[in-house]
T-cell receptor
């Protein structure tokens, strides 16, 4: 089984709808992240969490919220989806214990907002 | 502001040749630099990490160099194969408190048989 899973894998929704993307991990890592990827722009950080009680905004958090339900679960919500939130969304985990912060990514969720 | 630049143009090479990808950065003093591979529609996968005090790191057919004076890393794939075709991302991390990883936009590599 994959170490980092995301659901759903694909989602088409309409403007104004509330959407939740879910991420689960079995790696036992405390750190979890949400990124979005757009063509030519690379990965941009939306939110990150260093443990269950720690939530931090990334560079593009407007229009998004997150919830860290447990060490293994980190969900991303779009309260009122808009078309420019159409993108590929990735969840990632990391463990800095080895003196580096290598990130382990999920398979991604392709979100289309009409 | 901190910036990472990777060649946005795709790199096309013939099978068996060495592919060289470039990552340049500005206004940044990374403690280490990482390279990831991303296949279409999939999440990036970690390949190699090189620290600021290392000049070169190798793993099988992969080689990474890191020049903190030039603010540049080069990623080489020797004896390239069609299966090496993918997008390669570089990422820089600052070894201070708090999170600060920045990813480049990636360079698409096509290896022709």
């Amino acid at each position: 089984d994959a170490d980092v899973t995301q659901t759903p894998r694909n989602r088409i929704t309409k403007t104004g709808k509330r959407i939740m993307l879910e991420c689960s991990q079995t790696k036992g890592h405390d750190r979890m992240y949400w990124y979005r990827q757009d063509p030519g722009l690379g990965l941009r950080l939306i939110y990150y969490s260093f443990d269950v009680k720690d939530i931090n905004k990334g560079e593009i958090s407007d229009g998004y919220s997150v919830s860290r339900q447990a060490q293994a679960k980190f969900s991303l919500s779009l309260e009122s989806a808009i078309p420019n939130q159409t993108a590929l969304y990735f969840c990632a985990t990391s463990d800095p214990g080895l003196g580096r912060d290598t990130q382990y990514f999920g398979p991604g969720t392709r979100l289309t907002v009409l | 502001s901190q910036k990472i630049e990777q060649n946005s143009e795709a790199l096309n090479i013939q099978e068996g040749k060495t592919a060289t990808l470039t990552c340049n950065y500005t206004n940044y003093s990374p403690a280490y630099l990482q390279w990831y591979r991303q296949d279409p529609g999939r999440g990036p996968v970690f390949l190699l990490l090189i620290r600021e005090n290392e000049k070169e790191k190798r793993k099988e057919r992969l080689k990474v160099t890191f020049d903190t004076t030039l603010k540049q890393s080069l990623f080489h794939i020797t004896a390239s194969q069609p299966a090496d075709s993918a997008t390669y991302l570089c990422a820089l991390d600052r070894d201070t408190g708090g999170f600060k990883t920045i990813f480049g936009a990636g360079t698409r590599l096509f290896v022709k048989a």
